[in-house]
């Protein structure tokens, strides 16, 4: 608020070229969702990412990419969860889990919700390994009670990404946790988060039956990194954050021409 009574947070929402979600008022709300504008919502979870990196990196990944893809499509960009399904990561102290059935829960009443004021679409940008089963079922669900198409975005394009830009080679097949790619990822997205002089590699042996059969990350890895990333770079982070912005713009795109000839107009806010 300045001194002469005008709140400028609240006009930069309103020129913004999407609607922030933390900012705007119900009115703009409304116009949003009888426009039939595309609604993104982040997802991540808070969990441990090694000594170097904080326990909020995937909100903060998928927040940014979500920032990205609402700044394109003109999408109202709806507030981060902070809360994931992070049981495997549950043994590392600071981490907070929820429930698979939780996870599951709190989308589908987000979508009932959004359905109540006219939307019929929504996009998950997921940041999580763990959320991915309860975010799929909640958008099946959310389709069948709901009559809203939900997609789920899970960093599409990653490993071909990944196999251009970094290094070091991942500690496991498709799997990236507090290594080259997070931490630089976390350079772009919010570099006062991490401490490169905590940064050290670790590639721990997986068991014979993982994944297939679930396992407490901290009887895998004793520092919770998997990988290594030390060679992380903003640079690296921004061009990872490219290439995965364009492959989820692609995604997206798609959904929004099939959900627009399958879903219904919106209604009119009650």
């Not at 903060?60 to 399904?85: H, N």
């Not at 297939?212 to 640079?235: C, H, K, N, Y």
Request: hydrophobic share 40%; glycine share 8%.
């Amino acid at each position: 608020m300045t001194g002469d009574g005008v709140d400028k947070g609240a006009e930069q929402a309103r020129d913004a070229p999407f609607p922030d979600g933390e900012r705007i008022g119900w009115q703009q709300a409304r116009d949003h969702l009888t426009a039939g504008k595309p609604i993104i919502l982040p997802w991540g979870a808070y969990e441990q990412h090694g000594p170097h990196l904080p326990l909020a990196t995937d909100t903060a990944m998928a927040a940014e990419l979500a920032l990205r893809l609402a700044a394109r499509f003109g999408a109202w960009l709806l507030p981060a969860i902070g809360y994931g399904e992070t049981a495997n990561n549950a043994g590392f102290p600071g981490t907070l889990s929820l429930s698979f059935d939780t996870v599951r829960a709190i989308l589908l009443d987000l979508c009932a919700a959004l359905a109540r004021h006219g939307a019929r679409r929504l996009i998950v940008v997921n940041g999580d390994f763990g959320n991915q089963a309860p975010l799929k079922l909640a958008a099946r669900q959310a389709r069948q009670q709901c009559d809203v198409s939900v997609l789920i975005v899970d960093y599409p394009g990653l490993e071909q990404a990944a196999a251009e830009v970094l290094e070091t080679r991942p500690a496991a097949p498709g799997f990236y946790h507090a290594d080259e790619f997070e931490t630089s990822v976390m350079l772009a997205a919010a570099p006062d988060s991490v401490r490169m002089d905590r940064a050290a590699p670790e590639y721990p042996r997986f068991p014979p039956t993982y994944p297939a059969l679930f396992a407490e990350l901290d009887t895998i890895s004793a520092s919770g990194v998997f990988g290594d990333p030390r060679p992380a770079s903003a640079e690296k982070g921004r061009a990872l954050l490219d290439a995965l912005t364009r492959q989820a713009a692609t995604l997206i795109t798609e959904f929004l021409a099939e959900t627009n000839q399958t879903t219904s107009p919106p209604r009119r806010p009650e």
